[in-house]
């Protein structure tokens, strides 16, 4: 973060935040935890997050261990093998979270605002804040996500009884990634677990079939388990329905009742812009989380990070220190650009042996891959480490992918 100084001006205010999704209230929290007067708006600011959050244990940080809903301790990677990663991975409790970065002291607006009325608030607020999404109003493209033709990730889940889940998690604890291509219903590869599997479903649009999705299978406690078909990156994102039928006939070709499948506990459905908003903050106003490009453009995850961008933005603003952007360019987000334009040109087969490969690298090379702090070095190091370890058949499609124009 670079600083500069806070602007001379009289204001009642130090700091407003406008959203209260994990940023902005974390961030609001902190601020008010050391003393900062802030100020928060929201449309909706007692509402309850209804996202599935997922955080690697080890980057909980100082939140309290209740913020956890449940764990798994030895999440697997499917792809042509079986990979377990040896790293706990934690599901949140939003409401927990929610009242670990309490809001005693601060003043809580109900309000949806525009760009503009953003840029307003500079006049209440020595510092303003915008945590409003990806997508927030002024910046949302006036013909609707669905024909947003930007990089997006995108999911269609269901959570089910753990008894009826067990057949889709195939012995596994938890399947963080299952990249098998069962999803078609059948089995035309030589592989007997289905990762052969390389064809298409006759009733997908020509425009999804070249792209590889994966299971996420995690138990959520309370005897629950959400499977959720999952597309990492696609431009512009795979269509729900293509997700929603894939999980269909996944489930089905796993054993699981169609009753079960067709009737669920709940529903879940996930559409996150991978380069974040389309377009800059407005003028003189911090952008975090997933609108600051606060999120992993590889893999999604943005809510590590945006706990740990509170801690230090908080800081610094308690010194009386304004900084001009928050997560400045660097090579390894120039290395992380690379690995998009990688994921949504790969097609199925090249797709299924990079997660592969990544299934074979040391847990500190895993690590590096996932994490949106990791340095231009370290993640240099993940990266090679799975295009090494890639077949030769897929090196020189994964290298068209990255490279050309």
Do not use: K
Not at 31 to 59: I, M
Not at 184 to 213: F, I, K, L, N
Not at 274 to 302: E, F, K
Request: charged share 25%.
């Amino acid at each position: 973060m670079s600083s500069a100084p806070r602007p001379s001006r009289t204001v009642r205010h130090d700091v407003a935040v406008v959203g209260l999704g994990p940023a902005g209230r974390a961030l609001a929290s902190r601020c008010d935890a050391l003393g900062l007067s802030v100020l928060v708006v929201d449309p909706r600011p007692e509402a309850p997050w209804t996202p599935t959050y997922g955080v690697w244990a080890e980057q909980l940080g100082s939140l309290p261990p209740d913020v956890v809903r449940s764990a798994v301790l030895r999440p697997e990677l499917r792809a042509r093998g079986r990979h377990v990663l040896p790293r706990e991975y934690a599901v949140l409790d939003n409401a927990a979270v929610q009242r670990a970065l309490p809001l005693a002291g601060v003043e809580v607006r109900a309000g949806r605002l525009d760009d503009e009325q953003v840029s307003a608030l500079r006049r209440e607020a020595g510092v303003v804040v915008d945590a409003r999404g990806a997508r927030p109003l002024g910046g949302r493209r006036p013909e609707g996500p669905q024909d947003d033709p930007s990089p997006a990730q995108t999911a269609y889940g269901i959570v089910v009884p753990a008894a009826e889940a067990a057949a889709a998690l195939d012995g596994a604890e938890g399947l963080l990634m299952d990249w098998r291509t069962d999803h078609t219903g059948r089995r035309t590869g030589t592989g007997t677990d289905g990762s052969g599997e390389t064809g298409h479903h006759p009733d997908e649009p020509p425009t999804a079939r070249a792209r590889a999705t994966f299971l996420y299978g995690i138990p959520l406690g309370g005897d629950e388990v959400l499977l959720e078909e999952t597309c990492l990156a696609a431009a512009p994102g795979l269509p729900i329905p293509v997700l929603r039928a894939r999980l269909r006939r996944r489930l089905l070709h796993r054993g699981l009742p169609a009753g079960v499948v067709d009737d669920p506990i709940r529903r879940e459905v996930v559409r996150i812009p991978m380069r974040g908003r389309s377009r800059p903050a407005p003028d003189g106003v911090l952008a975090v989380g997933t609108g600051g490009r606060g999120a992993n453009v590889v893999t999604g995850y943005s809510v590590a990070h945006a706990l740990l961008t509170a801690d230090r933005l908080a800081g610094l603003l308690a010194t009386g220190a304004v900084p001009t952007r928050v997560d400045p360019p660097e090579a390894s987000d120039l290395l992380r650009e690379a690995g998009l334009r990688a994921l949504l040109r790969l097609r199925v087969e090249g797709t299924l042996d990079l997660f592969d490969a990544f299934g074979q690298l040391p847990v500190e090379r895993q690590r590096a891959f996932w994490s949106r702090e990791a340095g231009a070095g370290e993640l240099a190091g993940a990266m090679w480490g799975m295009f090494a370890r890639m077949p030769n058949r897929s090196r020189a499609d994964l290298a068209r992918a990255t490279l050309g124009p």
